[in-house]
């Protein structure tokens, strides 16, 4: 590759990588820096909420993290694998 093609291509990558985050990302973001927690998950997040209509109105709608134990047993598997540790 040219040595000149990789700067370039980084650029473009962080300059589009925002534009390319969900709502439902930016939410949980939003919300995460609000009440103190993490935002490693929110890109997971952010995919399964943009994938299932439910499960992102589950997520936008959250006001407390205490209420994540309300969400449907559908919302809650589909978030699983955002939680697991590696």
Not at 8 to 29: I, K, N, R, W, Y
Not at 50 to 61: G, R
Request: glycine content about 8%; aromatic content about 6%.
């Amino acid at each position: 590759m040219n040595k000149m093609m990789l700067p370039v291509l980084v650029a473009g990558v962080a300059f589009t990588a925002p534009a390319l985050a969900s709502e439902t990302e930016d939410f949980c973001v939003a919300f995460a820096g609000e009440h103190d927690l993490g935002t490693e998950p929110c890109p997971c997040i952010g995919a399964a909420g943009e994938a299932d209509a439910d499960v992102k109105a589950e997520i936008l709608s959250l006001t407390s993290p205490d209420e994540t134990e309300n969400w449907s047993d559908g919302t809650k598997e589909a978030l699983a694998e955002c939680f697991q540790q590696g």
